[in-house]
């Protein structure tokens, strides 16, 4: 699925669009939402399609009991969370932490060798809020199997995200309208998020790749800064442009799904900067981990530890490798140092503060890309060593203007000239077009279509 499932996507979309459309009544709408959702997700993983209902299912049954049994609440949502982390240890994490342990231990236990189902961190999470919140009386259990399935498989945002509540889509899964109004902002999200893709983050991660993949001790210190600033557009553009179609996506059927990147490039904190990167998994640490351990309501240090547990988790979330691990700590050292003293300092500065958050951002994504930690040692050091090299000039020939256009997406300018534009009808078409056109030719010319996402 990694390879062509962009193409799968752009073909599929409008075939259930269509379907969606014409059905008469809720119920014959979201049988072929299922439907959809399951096939599509079977597509790319044919056998893990029955662990995803088999989840789906287990989480159905938890919700009802709780609802049920009131004064047993506590053992059966501890049971179920229990039972959906050991979901993500086995398949995500059983070969990690053998390996792990075989290291450290000197033993030698068998590694097991388990495909990573596509999007578990994202569909467990999902099935994870809908349990706690009928614990905690957020909203009922849902009594048809069917809609929670729906909920939980819905394929717009199934394998990559935003991470969507039940309470959130709960109303538009009972009822809900297709308007023209929406389906055009759905249509122009898509566009934009296809084109975020194709244009800037498969080029970007082309560079990323060839400069990432080389022997790091062959590296000039200025090619290394353009792997490294390449692969932090690559997954910025990789990721907020899945987020936008899955949104356009859910425009068009009539759901309202929540943003999950608001510009974070600009910011001028690591504290700003979560608070617009991947808003949707920060908002689900918060609110399902970080408060349930006391928040910012308790001692200092045990603020310190809750923030500790926190970024080592959402670290760990993202792969099983000690980089990611490290890499949620590196981030939680410094939101750390802002909540301590640096913030307000921060806060008045309008150079530094965007020199500092970019620079560090190059390093963290450095750590989040290299899972190697000699190479990735040999890599940092080539950032910082003055050594010659002529490489980065053959990479700048070719993808600056990829580059530019890529700076300049990155900050509010471009949607605001864009809000004037398209006031004007015939040129907002036109240019919806064009961006479309220009999208789909390089979609089909392109051999590089891998999501990064879909791995988590």
């Not at 962009?6 to 979309?13: A, G, K, S």
């Not at 070969?95 to 450290?104: K, P």
């Not at 919806?432 to 392109?446: G, H, K």
Request: hydrophobic share 55%; aromatic share 20%; glycine share 6%.
């Amino acid at each position: 699925m990694v390879f062509s499932s962009l193409v799968f996507l752009c073909i599929f979309l409008p075939i259930v669009f269509l379907g969606h459309t014409i059905l008469p009544g809720i119920r014959a709408k979201n049988a072929m939402l299922l439907l959809a959702s399951l096939v599509f997700y079977a597509y790319g993983e044919p056998v893990y399609v029955v662990l995803m209902i088999a989840s789906a299912l287990c989480n159905y049954l938890f919700a009802l009991w709780i609802e049920r049994f009131q004064d047993q609440k506590k053992w059966i949502v501890s049971v179920a969370v229990i039972l959906n982390l050991a979901l993500l240890v086995i398949f995500k994490y059983a070969g990690f932490l053998t390996e792990s342990v075989n290291t450290m231990f000197g033993t030698g236990f068998p590694v097991p060798d388990i495909r990573l189902p596509i999007g578990i961190s994202f569909f467990t999470f999902q099935a994870m809020s809908y349990v706690i919140d009928v614990y905690r009386g957020a909203n009922k259990a849902q009594k048809n199997f069917g809609k929670v399935l729906l909920y939980i498989s819905f394929f717009p945002q199934l394998i990559a995200g935003p991470i969507v509540k039940y309470h959130d889509v709960e109303q538009e899964i009972e009822h809900r309208t297709q308007s023209a109004d929406g389906v055009a902002r759905g249509i122009r999200r898509f566009i934009a998020g296809l084109s975020k893709k194709v244009l800037i983050s498969n080029v970007m991660g082309m560079t990323a790749d060839a400069l990432f993949g080389a022997a790091a001790g062959t590296l000039g210190a200025a090619t290394a800064w353009v792997g490294a600033l390449s692969y932090l557009f690559q997954i910025y553009f990789d990721f907020s442009g899945y987020s936008l179609m899955a949104i356009g996506m859910g425009k068009m059927l009539g759901f309202e799904f929540p943003q999950n990147f608001n510009y974070p490039y600009i910011s001028k904190s690591m504290t700003e900067f979560w608070r617009r990167w991947h808003i949707t998994l920060g908002s689900w640490f918060r609110e399902y981990v970080y408060i349930p351990l006391g928040g910012n309501r308790v001692s200092k240090p045990r603020m310190y530890f809750n923030i500790f547990i926190v970024w080592a988790a959402t670290g760990f979330w993202h792969g099983a490798s000690w980089n990611f691990v490290l890499w949620g700590l590196f981030f939680f050292v410094f939101l750390v140092l802002e909540k301590t003293f640096l913030l307000k300092y921060l806060e008045k500065s309008h150079v530094f503060s965007h020199i500092y958050v970019c620079f560090f951002l190059v390093l963290s994504w450095a750590l989040f890309a290299i899972t190697d930690f000699s190479q990735l040692g040999i890599f940092l050091e080539r950032l910082f060593s003055f050594s010659s090299g002529s490489d980065w000039m053959y990479y700048l020939r070719n993808y600056l203007v990829t580059f530019l256009l890529a700076i300049f997406c990155s900050i509010p300018l471009v949607e605001k000239l864009y809000n004037k534009i398209k006031k004007i009808a015939f040129v907002n078409l036109l240019i919806l077009a064009v961006i479309l056109i220009v999208s789909i030719a390089y979609l089909v010319d392109a051999t590089y279509n891998p999501f990064l996402y879909f791995r988590f």
